[in-house]
């Protein structure tokens, strides 16, 4: 009886282990299992605990047999229902794939329909995107040698797919790059005419100058490069382009101090004067501390250099050629620091000035080129290189503030200049939108007397995009050099 029990267990242990590996997907390796009879219960092999942890000899009572039997009957119960889970389980999964196998089967010939000339497209713009940025690289590498239109419709000639077509890669790239200039407010250069107009039909100006602040390095010694205008005797001159500081200082994003080692390859310049972030025109710079030196001399000690500037101002000077001889001195208004005129202590104004400090002595001649309608072309000639000489000279001397100089528009206040409605119809602007017009201040020429050899080093630069534009539409007549 009791051998009979242990028989039952043994065979529901059996099978409840079979359904535990049939989970585990390794049923196939087991054999049917072979019951153990009476005899092999009796055997004096299995008198020890067999592997299943049960014990044969240790089984004599009826209490321990009922036990075992009722225990048997509950694990048959539970291996039958999980056996008849996995046997349902294995239908639907069987099920499942065949659903599945169907499925591809009809999607096979679709996808591959679609497959195919999406990846053929995918390579397509990948080899374009390759081809454009060789593109543009070739167009930045000849860009630092020179900004010519020769080189860059040779570079044009020289890619693969450039054609008249905008699509090429050549445009394609030019349009990406205009892109991120735009987006970015960045301006390499200033447009001659910028076609941006406000609701009310007026041009807006702000686009006709440079926007450097924003641009990559690469893009500004690019600039600076092509602005080389003269380079022996150890001495470079650029045209320093607008809104480029000549150095750094607090909010200063570049500065033309910051490319000294990059303008000539494996050079490094030293400035020995300074232009204001707005003025243009030419810049001298020295390839050696010598010749730094030397030239610091000519401009700081000896006072020997012509410096000519061209202005374009508001109002015409009563008197046409002349000099201004007033000392100016650092001051505030609205809270701001600008220069300011310090008269000399004279019989005439001691009530007024004999509790000023002095000013520094600053001299700046002048002449009218040309006139036009409540507007002129002056050519200045600083003797003293004070900051803002000339700028704080032609305001408050003569009453003829440089246009777009809006920091010196007003006696008593920093605010945008008013401009008279003649100005306003010829520019093509409206009174607000003169916020955005450019400072007029031009450097156009230097020259250094018996400096090499006992010769003149003279050096002039263009005129920029901005004042060649606005010049004409003033209807100012710009004379040759005398």
Do not use: W
Not at 154 to 169: A, I, Y
Not at 212 to 237: C, E, F, G, H, M
Not at 376 to 398: D, I, N, S
Not at 447 to 461: E, L, R, Y
């Amino acid at each position: 009886m009791e051998a009979t029990k242990i028989c039952r267990l043994v065979k529901c242990i059996n099978r409840f282990k079979r359904a535990i590996l049939f989970n585990h997907g390794v049923n196939r390796c087991f054999s049917d299992v072979n019951f153990i009879d009476k005899e092999q219960v009796s055997n004096k092999e299995h008198d020890d605990e067999d592997f299943f942890g049960v014990n044969c000899n240790s089984i004599g009572t009826h209490a321990e047999a009922k036990h075992i039997d009722s225990y048997a009957d509950k694990m048959e119960v539970v291996i039958e229902k999980r056996l008849q889970d996995n046997e349902l389980y294995r239908d639907n999964f069987e099920s499942a794939k065949k659903n599945n196998s169907k499925k591809l089967e009809k999607l096979n010939t679709p996808v591959e329909k679609i497959r195919q000339p999406v990846r053929n497209t995918v390579q397509t713009q990948s080899q374009d995107h390759v081809e454009m940025y060789k593109a543009n690289a070739e167009v930045y590498t000849n860009t630092q040698r020179s900004f010519d239109r020769t080189d860059v419709q040779s570079v044009k000639d020289k890619s693969v797919h450039s054609t008249s077509d905008d699509s090429s890669v050549y445009n394609l790239a030019i349009r990406i790059r205009e892109k991120i200039q735009k987006d970015n407010n960045i301006n390499l250069v200033g447009k001659m005419n910028p076609k941006e107009f406000s609701k009310d039909g007026y041009k807006i100006l702000k686009n006709q100058i440079p926007h450097l602040q924003n641009a990559s390095t690469v893009d500004i010694v690019a600039v600076l490069r092509k602005s080389i205008i003269y380079n022996k005797n150890d001495i470079v001159a650029i045209t320093k382009p607008y809104g480029l500081p000549s150095h750094g200082g607090p909010g200063i994003a570049h500065s033309v101090g910051d490319f000294v080692n990059d303008i000539i390859p494996n050079n490094t310049l030293y400035p020995v004067h300074r232009l204001d972030k707005e003025t243009t025109g030419v810049m001298i710079l020295a390839k050696s501390i010598g010749m730094a030196e030397l030239l610091t001399e000519h401009f700081v000690y000896k006072h020997d250099v012509v410096k000519k500037y061209l202005v374009i101002t508001k109002n015409i000077p009563e008197i046409e050629m002349g000099q201004i001889d007033i000392p100016i001195l650092e001051g505030t208004v609205d809270g701001r620091a600008r220069m300011a005129l310090r008269p000399y202590n004279t019989p005439e104004l001691h009530a007024v000035t004999e509790k000023r400090s002095p000013g520094q002595t600053a001299v700046t001649r002048y002449k009218v080129l040309s006139k036009g309608s409540h507007c002129a072309l002056l050519e200045c000639m600083p003797l003293t290189g004070k900051k803002h000489q000339v700028r704080v000279h032609l305001a408050f001397g003569l009453n003829c503030p440089i246009l777009g100089d809006h920091k010196y528009a007003h006696l008593h206040k920093m605010a945008p200049m008013r401009l008279h409605p003649d100005i306003l119809e010829m520019l093509k602007i409206s009174q607000s939108g003169v916020r955005h017009l450019a400072m007029h201040l031009h450097a156009r020429s230097i020259m250094i007397p018996n400096f090499s050899n006992g010769q003149a080093v003279f050096v002039s630069a263009p005129l920029p995009p901005h004042f060649v534009r606005n010049l004409n539409d003033l209807k100012l007549k710009l004379p040759p050099h005398t």
